[in-house]
């Protein structure tokens, strides 16, 4: 029966911490709009079983006046109410009080981060519990502890049983960060979910998408689709594609259920499970989002790693590359560049291209197109104008597979050398058909200005200028 809900009021924070569950930093999506959250504690109140409202994130006090007016409502709704933040808004005590006194009578209980997972030197906890106590708020702290090896051995020895975990788990971002270095056993040795109760949960989270976590990135209906009576009241776990297999024997069941490609060494039953729930997203995509909960840092911003993939990041999913020739996959090949380049007539090697009139390959998962190369062979050689792989489809081997086709048809005609043209700022390109046996051999200087008539800014916030002319010979490659 459930009795709280959590509101993630954003996925917005001004931190990005190591051990975060859904990806909140600066960057991050996602807020709810006043009419959503209007409309969630309308269907909340319809529930008589709920009691207590948290509002989160993210940062919830980034939005604050739309905190402010949420908790109104459900204060008079008669719920209990909490709110955890990371207190970034106590820098002084007077700037305490003034974020805390309007909230007086209002809160049962303000937990606040406070440890050296979420601040360095700053940690503004101080101020606000002095203002807290000042106007009598109730007020917690969660104070969480770098993981170490003796910390992970000694939860191994208890298993202990806690709803939300005690102190890091590993699921979300800290799946990435934190788990170098400490010990690992078997994934067959994780045979149950020891922090939620998914057969009689107590507690969801509620993202601004509408989406229902039973755990982060775990989703058992939508608040804006279906009435969360409803949702709550025909939950039934025996019948969700992910839940089931967890219930019956833990994570590791979950991945013998899909014989996922993962039976390696993790930290904690989470480390498996959100290992397993990344390689099943594709498969059941309604009940793994949204895709900011799995997301990789890689594809964050600056944080892109270039031509290696840490092992905690790799992923892996089953996937065809074909011939593009229904007219479903060229529109899709064209729509694609449309929304990356915003054109598909091309000025390279002092020529023009039309995107829908080359030749090219398609790549597809269960029946979604996630990428594809375009390539027109010209007298004894090729050019490729292209390779593109959805982002959220890249590191799987889609790209590589791609080009090996376009290869094989340069050897298959006994074409002298492929040509490709990667701008300056894009990095990950350049980087990725080096080491796939490409050498430069050619530089356009400011071909991109002259093209967009000024220089635009590429990849990584770099001025989009010149032209790289990159070659492969498949004879060389034959002969070594
Ligand atoms: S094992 Fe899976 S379902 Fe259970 S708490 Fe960990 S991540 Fe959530």
Redesign the pocket.
């Given at each position: 029966m459930i009795k709280q809900i959590h509101i993630l009021l954003t996925y917005k924070c001004i931190l990005e911490c190591d051990h975060c569950f859904v990806f909140s930093s600066p960057n991050a999506e996602g807020v709810f709009t006043f009419e959503n959250l209007k409309e969630l504690l309308y269907q909340i109140k319809r529930i008589k079983s709920i009691d207590t409202v948290y509002f989160e994130g993210g940062e919830p006090f980034l939005y604050y006046p739309l905190m402010v007016k949420g908790i109104e409502i459900a204060k008079n709704m008669g719920l209990k109410v909490g709110i955890v933040t990371n207190a970034y808004w106590a820098i002084t005590p007077e700037d305490a009080k003034i974020y805390l006194e309007p909230l007086k009578d209002k809160i049962d209980d303000l937990s606040i981060s406070s440890d050296k997972l979420h601040w360095d030197e700053e940690d503004y906890a101080q101020n606000a519990i002095k203002a807290a106590k000042e106007f009598n708020i109730p007020y917690s702290v969660i104070s969480l502890e770098v993981p170490t090896p003796q910390m992970i051995k000694k939860r191994w020895k208890e298993k202990k049983k806690t709803i939300g975990?005690e102190g890091v788990?590993f699921?979300g971002r800290a799946v990435y960060r934190l788990s170098q270095g400490l010990p690992k056993k078997v994934w067959h040795e994780?045979t149950e979910?020891?922090?939620?109760d998914?057969e009689n949960p107590e507690r969801v989270h509620i993202d601004p998408y509408g989406n229902i976590h039973?755990?982060?990135?775990?989703i058992i209906g939508n608040f804006l689709k279906n009435e969360l009576k409803e949702i709550f009241e025909s939950y039934n776990p025996k019948s969700h594609p992910i839940?089931k297999p967890?219930i019956k024997g833990?994570?590791a069941e979950l991945v013998k259920e899909y014989n996922l490609d993962c039976k390696g060494e993790y930290i904690?039953?989470?480390h498996?499970?959100?290992t397993a729930?990344k390689m099943l997203m594709s498969k059941f995509k309604q009940f793994l989002c949204p895709e900011n909960m799995y997301f990789d840092p890689a594809f964050q911003g600056n944080k892109f790693f270039i031509g290696y993939i840490p092992a905690e990041m790799k992923r892996e999913v089953k996937f065809d590359i074909k011939e593009i020739s229904e007219k479903d996959e060229r529109e899709f090949v064209i729509n694609m560049l449309k929304d990356i380049f915003g054109e598909i007539e091309f000025f390279e090697f002092n020529k023009w291209y039309n995107a829908g009139e080359l030749d090219g390959f398609i790549g597809v998962v269960e029946k979604e197109y996630v990428g594809f190369a375009l390539y027109k062979i010209e007298d004894n050689f090729m050019t490729l104008l292209t390779i593109n792989v959805k982002e959220n489809y890249r590191r799987m081997g889609i790209g590589s597979a791609l080009l090996d086709k376009v290869k094989e048809v340069a050897k298959k005609n006994g074409l002298r050398f492929i040509r490709v043209p990667v701008s300056n700022d894009d990095l990950i390109s350049y980087v990725f058909y080096l080491k796939n046996g490409f050498k430069l051999y050619d530089v356009d200087i400011g071909l991109c200005e002259r093209r967009h008539g000024k220089e635009l800014k590429g990849f990584f916030g770099l001025p989009l200028r010149d032209e790289f002319y990159l070659k492969w010979e498949p004879r060389r490659e034959i002969k070594k």
């Open positions: 975990g788990i699921k994780f979910c020891l922090y939620e998914l039973i755990c982060q990135g775990i839940i967890i833990g994570p904690d039953c989470c498996l499970c959100f729930r």
